[in-house]
T-cell receptor, first 109, second 114 residues
Framework: GQNIDQPTEMTATEGAIVQINCTYQ??????LFWYQQHAGEAPTFLSY??LDGLEEKGRFSSFLSRSKGYSYLLLKELQMKDSASYLC??????????WGAGTKLIIKP | DAMVIQNPRYQVTQFGKPVTLSCSQT?????MYWYQQKSSQAPKLLFH???????NEADTPDNFQSRRPNTSFCFLDIRSPGLGDAAMYLC?????????????FGSGTQLSVL
């Protein structure tokens, strides 16, 4: 079957760095997406990886290893507004997204 | 600004009373999706339209129907809402050109069933 695994909840300190991991199993693979979702709001796109390696975009970076079925989202210089859920989603061979349940990130002052 | 618009933002309905949620887009995307998301869970795909072609997920209950009268609009009809249908309903669009494209989400409709 197809599935996504990511931690349910993580806690970090303002100004620090946090890494949110995601492992996936899909029928075929057409890329890995990360979305941010604040409580009660819709997901917003953060990043897309289809090739192995690290993609950096400001304070946020995303890494992919296709051979390991593994990705992580790295958040630097954490701010209180980064408190949100972070959803990992893998796209299968039919271009359908398989979603994780999200990792709730709690930022403490 | 081009965007995906969902109305209403919050909807309260009574058990068994039909309800319709609406979505419109100004992005001219050819694919539209309806997702159901419950608290701390992954979004669950209910339907998607690839242009006019309707795709129903195998486990979407018959209680849920959808219409896409034109490229810009899409509706989700819940014929007889039950307490278990209380959730956030997310509309999303994408422009698929034989490749992976990111989804653009509307603000969602939070449905409560009394």
């Amino acid at each position: 079957g197809q599935n996504i695994d990511q931690p349910t909840e993580m806690t970090a300190t303002e100004g620090a760095i946090v890494q949110i991991n995601c492992t996936y199993q899909t029928s075929g693979f057409n890329g890995l997406f990360w979305y941010q979702q604040h409580a009660g709001e819709a997901p917003t796109f953060l990043s897309y990886n289809v090739l192995d390696g690290l993609e950096e975009k400001g304070r946020f970076s995303s890494f992919l290893s296709r051979s390991k079925g593994y990705s992580y989202l790295l958040l630097k210089e954490l701010q209180m507004k980064d408190s949100a859920s972070y959803l990992c989603a893998a796209m299968d061979s039919n271009y359908q997204l398989i979603w994780g349940a999200g990792t709730k990130l709690i930022i403490k002052p | 600004d081009a965007m995906v618009i969902q109305n209403p933002r919050y909807q309260v309905t009574q058990f068994g009373k039909p309800v319709t949620l609406s979505c419109s887009q100004t992005l001219n995307h050819n694919v539209m999706y309806w997702y159901q998301q419950k608290s701390s869970q992954a979004p669950k795909l209910l339907f998607h339209y690839y242009d006019k072609d309707f795709n129903n997920e195998a486990d979407t209950p018959d209680n849920f129907q959808s219409r896409r009268p034109n490229t810009s609009f899409c509706f989700l009809d819940i014929r007889s809402p039950g307490l278990g249908d209380a959730a956030m309903y997310l509309c999303a669009t994408s422009r698929v050109n034989d490749g992976a494209e990111k989804l653009f989400f509307g603000s969602g409709t939070q449905l409560s069933v009394l």
